[in-house]
């Protein structure tokens, strides 16, 4: 069974109603992204931090799945699929994807400021000051920060390289280190990129391209895909 992995970003979630971060005005959400998504974020103002990802987090559950993330979950039943995103939300997973990598963390847990090997399921939307976990300390998002490192980021890496077809959807590949997954990809794999926005993207070598949002896009391609 050929091995797809698909590379997704956020424009895919974009079409279920989640808004992104836009790195040409550095805000997220009317917050300044130095003041609630760093380190340094963290230290400064706990409450603000937490307050703006229980505002994401309440986001996230009252989206649904689209068109894209169904039809990435039906390719398993022709493929060996593997998704891995940047989208912190759990929409690959709800669409009935069973295996996904998350780059940038997952809204719905959080982890130990002791121990970040300690990742905890969230239950309700809200985490607050005062939520630790079991050695006591303070809970955090599951996040990955800007400023931090990217644990998964060689995994996903080596996953690439097993890549038969290789598909970019809904991200620009400006994030780095994540968009650096491409040169990874091998030249012997069908590697496609889909994008509305396709002609003002540094487009990697060998990528066919389809200029089309991250619904239509990915429709049509796992229909020919199938066929």
Not at 52 to 59: A, I, M
Not at 145 to 150: D, L, S, Y
């Amino acid at each position: 069974m050929k091995k797809v992995i698909v590379f997704t970003g956020a424009g895919v979630s974009a079409e279920s109603g989640i808004k992104t971060f836009r790195a040409s005005d550095g805000l997220w959400e009317e917050y300044r992204v130095e003041d609630v998504a760093t380190p340094g974020a963290w230290q400064k103002d706990k409450e603000l931090v937490l307050r703006f990802y229980n505002e994401r987090r309440k986001q996230v559950m009252s989206a649904n799945p689209n068109n894209a993330h169904i039809a990435l979950a039906e390719l398993q039943n022709y493929f060996d699929v593997q998704i891995i995103t940047q989208n912190i939300d759990d929409l690959h997973e709800r669409a009935g994807s069973k295996k996904v990598l998350h780059l940038h963390g997952e809204i719905l847990k959080a982890r130990s400021t002791a121990n970040p090997a300690l990742v905890l399921d969230l239950i309700g939307e809200e985490l607050n000051i005062g939520d630790k976990c079991e050695l006591g300390s303070q809970l955090r998002p599951h996040i990955v920060w800007f400023g931090e490192a990217v644990p998964n980021m060689e995994l996903a890496n080596i996953i690439a390289e097993k890549a038969d077809i290789f598909i970019v959807v809904g991200t620009s590949l400006n994030v780095y280190p994540a968009a650096g997954i491409t040169e990874f990809v091998s030249d012997n794999a069908e590697k496609y990129l889909i994008d509305p926005n396709a002609d003002k993207l540094n487009v990697p070598y060998g990528f066919k391209v389809i200029a089309s949002n991250a619904c239509d896009g990915v429709l049509a391609l796992v229909n020919k895909l199938i066929k």
